[in-house]
């Protein structure tokens, strides 16, 4: 039998074995590779691995096998390596949030300070939490705007833009936002009647209502705030209706609003004066109408609009007056009425002129209770007439007292009708060159939302002019300070209705007869204007409402700045119903209007224009061909220096003095100065000089001549705020 013979270890042949057979033996290693083997044709006995078909297998299947153990060994230091860095980081993730877990525990125990320090420096080091630390800062942060009393815009800006970002981000950050955010925020405690009572609760309202406001935006549900903090808004909202409705004259609306906020705060003593002030104001117009029924005689008619008064207030002194003698005159009326039917009746003249005697004296009675009544004066006299009864002699002439003479009765109508010819209200800074070029225009009014921002150099230099020049300027924002250089305050945190003043000081005109002014809708205004020579005309007394922000007792509320040849000031809403708020706007437009004088002593040198006073030639000049120049004048003489270097220039520097010796030194107009000037051109290392000739055609124009230079130089220069134009040649251009 023909097949393969192999080997055993002891040295005992087996076979004959197929070649598969002799291949699994080896495989499931009966025979080793190194066996060896013979067949039929083979001279001797050769190992398996040297003889084909067995060396080609066994050479492929420990390929094969070596493969395998490679692999072997680098799964397992790859696995090995795996759980090593899987143990890493999931310390670190477990680290991570035990610091999150940690932070959450701080905003719940109120360490909201030490919890946003802590996560700023972990949101730049965390690897798998930084939306997580961002949103939980953005909460604390949040929470620390409405729970401190020295939070800052900057708190409430860093957080409101990690919630747009992370809004905007994806719907599960909205959706987690909405859901969490508001419970966060709303853990408030509810604070203690005397903080109630205080402005405190005024200053969380606020900055919930700033919250409210950002959870609109943002698109989430507004968040549900405590009771309390409810209350405290619904309380702000109904007073702020009240005060409309009382601006408006509407009492009966005010009064049912306060009512209703009295409600939530039976105690709120500010409220209370507001009721009474509300159906004292309502009652005195029922007041008039009994009045106009009086004096036409239907005196039932009066006494049930009385009545009305007494609903409204049962303790009104003059309506409890007035209903005892209405009563009386009432009845004697009707007496006498009745006596004058009899009298039209009587058929004998006798009884005619009896009756009438009767009714002459209910007359008279009732008139002595209503003196100034004339429907009774009138049907007294008569009453007389017909009785025949002479007049009544009058009594020894008193000496005539002289009154006081009235003050001038001034039209308002036609006050407000000029006020509207010669005023111009802006609201962007585009409409101030046709407000300045208007010649009609005394007054310019800013509205609040033209702002410092808007004003480019030409607009901001035009609307400077126009005040240096005479005009009349009212304005309440960053525009006082960013163009004129007048430093202010302004009103923050305006929880209130408005403000009680009393005139500053001095004797100015303006405040002629006023003893107190109610200024209202004072958010975000200026006050405490400071400035040279500037007159303080109403000073606040005290804050209505709420809190008042940062305005204090003796704070300046409205002020009167000189600026060149005009004036700046910054007017707020008046109450006219109250105090003396009409006597001093009528006074005030009156100034404005340039029909009131105001006597002030102004060093003109140092009257307005910013840095650079207009009456002097002090500041900095630039040329249309680029030379930029500073002027410093002390009133004898000027020093001239060249600013920077041109192409042309290298540098200029002189002094000229004044020359002539008749001129007002402080006026410009026709003043002439001389002097010298050094000059180097650029390529010319050799300083040249040269004599100037400057001559004031006006307080704004100037010429120059250089009578010296190869080609005599005649050059036009002239004042726009701060900088001067000069253009070479003969042609003068004109202001900007």
């Not at 420990?62 to 980081?89: D, E, F, N, P």
């Not at 009563?327 to 009756?355: F, H, N």
């Not at 204090?552 to 809403?573: A, E, H, N, Q």
């Amino acid at each position: 039998m023909e097949g393969w013979h192999v080997a055993e270890r002891g040295g005992k042949a087996q076979g004959p074995f197929p070649t598969e057979k002799v291949l699994q033996l080896w495989r499931t290693g009966q025979v080793r590779a190194k066996t060896l083997c013979w067949r039929q044709g083979q001279p001797d006995w050769r190992p398996l691995y040297l003889v084909e078909p067995f060396a080609t297998a066994i050479r492929q299947e420990q390929a094969q096998r070596r493969k395998k153990v490679i692999l072997r060994i680098l799964g397992g230091l790859l696995l090995g390596i795996g759980i090593a860095l899987a143990g890493v980081i999931g310390w670190r993730y477990w680290q991570e949030s035990a610091d999150l877990q940690r932070f959450q525990d701080m905003m719940a125990e109120g360490r909201l300070q030490e919890a946003q320090q802590s996560l700023r420096d972990f949101r730049t080091k965390t690897y798998f939490f930084r939306s997580e630390a961002e949103y939980l800062l953005a909460a604390i942060l949040l929470r620390m705007d409405v729970l401190s009393s020295s939070s800052s815009p900057e708190t409430f800006s860093e957080a409101e833009g990690i919630l747009r970002k992370l809004a905007q981000s994806s719907a599960r950050w909205w959706a987690r936002i909405s859901s969490e955010l508001g419970r966060l925020l709303c853990e408030i405690p509810h604070p203690t009647p005397e903080a109630l009572a205080s402005t405190e609760a005024a200053k969380e309202l606020a900055k919930a209502e700033r919250v409210t406001e950002l959870f609109r935006q943002l698109d989430l549900p507004e968040p549900e705030w405590p009771d309390w903090l409810k209350n405290e808004k619904r309380f702000a909202e109904i007073v702020k209706e009240a005060q409309a409705a009382m601006e408006k004259q509407d009492y009966q609306t005010a009064i049912r609003r306060l009512e209703e906020a009295l409600g939530i705060k039976p105690a709120h003593s500010e409220v209370k004066q507001r009721l009474r002030d509300s159906k004292q104001s309502l009652a005195d117009r029922h007041l008039k109408n009994v009045d106009a029924l009086c004096h036409t005689g239907k005196f039932s008619e009066a006494q049930q609009e009385l009545q009305e008064v007494f609903k409204i207030l049962s303790d009104h002194p003059k309506a409890t007056e007035l209903q005892t003698k209405l009563a009386t005159v009432s009845q004697l009326t009707q007496e006498a009425q009745q006596a004058e039917r009899q009298a039209e009746q009587a058929e004998k003249e006798e009884e005619k002129i009896k009756s009438y005697q009767t009714a002459f004296a209910f007359w008279k009675q009732a008139q002595e209770i209503l003196p100034d009544n004339p429907f009774l004066i009138a049907a007294k006299e008569k009453a007389r007439q017909k009785a025949g009864i002479p007049p009544e002699p009058e009594g020894p002439k008193k000496p005539e007292e002289k009154p006081e003479p009235p003050p001038p009765i001034v039209d308002q109508r036609t006050l407000e009708d000029k006020l509207r010819e010669h005023k111009m209200v802006i609201s962007t800074s585009t409409q101030v060159e046709a407000a300045v070029r208007n010649k009609q225009t005394r007054i310019i009014e800013l509205a609040d939302t033209c702002t410092y921002s808007q004003f480019d150099a030409q607009q901001a230099n035009l609307l400077r002019d126009w005040v240096r020049n005479g005009g009349i300027l009212w304005v309440n924002n960053d525009v006082l300070n960013g163009i004129f250089g007048i430093t202010y305050s302004r009103i923050t945190n305006p929880l209130f209705w408005g403000a009680v003043t009393t005139p500053a000081g001095g004797s100015s005109p303006i405040l002629k007869g006023v003893k107190k002014v109610y200024l209202t809708d004072l958010e975000d205004k200026s006050f405490n204007l400071a400035f040279p020579k500037s007159i303080p005309l109403l000073a606040t007394e005290d804050v209505l409402g709420f809190s008042g922000g940062n305005l204090r007792p003796g704070d300046t509320l409205w002020s009167l700045v000189p600026y060149g040849k005009g004036w700046i000031s910054d007017p707020k809403p008046i109450r006219f119903d109250k105090g003396e708020g009409s006597v001093f706007w009528t006074n005030f437009v009156l100034f404005c209007l340039g029909e009131l004088k105001i006597e002030i002593e102004i060093d003109d040198s140092k009257r307005g224009g910013g840095d650079h006073p207009p009456l002097t030639l002090t500041g900095m000049w630039q040329a249309t061909t680029g030379e930029e120049f500073f002027f410093e004048d002390d009133g004898k003489e000027v020093k001239i220096k060249l600013a920077r270097p041109t192409p042309g220039f290298a540098s200029m520097i002189g002094t000229i003095k004044r020359t002539d010796s008749a001129a007002d030194p402080q006026k410009l107009t026709g003043l002439k100065l001389e002097g010298k000037l050094t000059v180097t051109f650029q390529g010319f290392p050799k300083p040249q000089t040269a004599t100037v000739r400057v001559i004031l055609d006006d307080e704004n124009t100037m010429r120059w001549i250089l009578p010296d230079w190869p080609i005599v130089i005649r050059t036009n220069i002239y004042r726009t705020a701060e900088k001067i134009i000069l253009t070479r040649g003969g042609a003068f251009p004109g202001k900007r």
